[in-house]
């Protein structure tokens, strides 16, 4: 058994260790309200720019546009990896991180990293992997401005071709016990065919809508390119706001896991400290009891 001085440094050092993880919850769970309320807010103009993304890609004319028209074969894929700056979140980074292997793994295409935070570039920057390029995650800057590089650059590629087919992996937000891997394909756009009519719809594609008649003022080109750029940041943007809600999520189920196994751990230290005293306080009583005795003698 440990001495009783150890015992008493070690409940020590797990009290002091409970205290940071119990102000990283409370910090979290104060984030994850706003990141929430942004998520479930920005999701309506998401699904409304979709529809209206869906019923222009319905057009014959529009499915020949630079970022719909699809390309065969894929030989060359981008996939866009969203993860965090930092750890401390449960499985958070592992999971997607998990996924982005599984992903190029299966692919029997030639794949390229675009890495968003630094624990997707930690793991894969001593790994056989091209990283086309490397930025800070979505908690360490504004979402707006970093959608837009991600989107800058996975465009240019895309127009230049020197990539086939662009995909992004990212947390979709359920609550903050529920966060999950989510991979969708950005470029080109997909709005499947038969979507409309069977009501069906393929992971990442605008939604559906029913054929309307637009008027495009005050140039129906401008309007279809505008549109179009303005849906891929727009998804990227979403799926950064999902990724930060999600990160916030599972750092505080994470902290609260831990505040509580740390809690579990002191009142285990704390029955082996009264033990180690008894056992002192005993060994004690012996030595007097076994000095008076050999007095007596």
């Not at 401005?145 to 359920?174: C, G, M, S, W």
């Not at 756009?189 to 393929?202: M, N, Y």
């Not at 943007?237 to 994470?254: D, H, N, P, V, Y």
Request: with cysteine; net charge positive; proline share 3%.
């Amino acid at each position: 058994m440990a001495s009783l001085k150890a015992i008493r440094k070690r409940i020590a050092s797990v009290r002091s260790t409970q205290q940071i993880t119990k102000a990283m919850k409370m910090v979290a769970a104060a984030k994850l309200r706003r990141a929430q309320d942004a998520v479930v807010q920005s999701r309506a103009y998401a699904q409304k720019l979709g529809e209206v993304v869906a019923g222009l890609t319905s057009e014959a004319s529009v499915r020949e546009h630079r970022l719909v028209r699809a390309r065969t074969p894929e030989s060359r894929v981008l996939l866009v990896l969203v993860t965090a700056d930092r750890g401390l979140c449960g499985g958070f980074n592992a999971n997607l991180i998990r996924n982005s292997e599984a992903f190029l793994a299966a692919s029997e295409r030639s794949a390229a990293l675009s890495i968003v935070g630094r624990k997707g570039y930690d793991y894969y920057k001593r790994r056989p992997v091209t990283i086309s390029e490397h930025r800070t995650g979505a908690a360490g800057r504004a979402p707006v401005e970093l959608a837009r590089d991600i989107v800058a650059h996975a465009v240019t590629l895309f127009i230049e071709e020197q990539v086939d087919t662009v995909y992004i992996l990212y947390t979709r937000f359920r609550s903050a016990l529920s966060q999950v891997p989510t991979l969708e394909r950005l470029l080109p756009i997909e709005v499947s065919a038969g979507t409309a009519a069977s009501g069906t719809q393929p992971a990442g594609a605008a939604p559906a809508a029913t054929a309307r008649e637009y008027l495009y003022e005050p140039d129906r080109a401008a309007v279809i390119e505008s549109l179009l750029t303005r849906y891929v940041d727009v998804r990227v943007f979403q799926a950064l706001l999902e990724s930060i809600a999600s990160e916030l999520g599972a750092r505080m189920t994470a902290m609260e896991s831990a505040t509580n196994n740390a809690s579990e751990m002191i009142e285990h230290l704390t029955l082996d400290m009264n033990r180690a005293r008894q056992a002192t306080i005993t060994k004690e009583l012996m030595e007097i009891v076994g000095g008076a005795e050999a007095l007596k003698g």
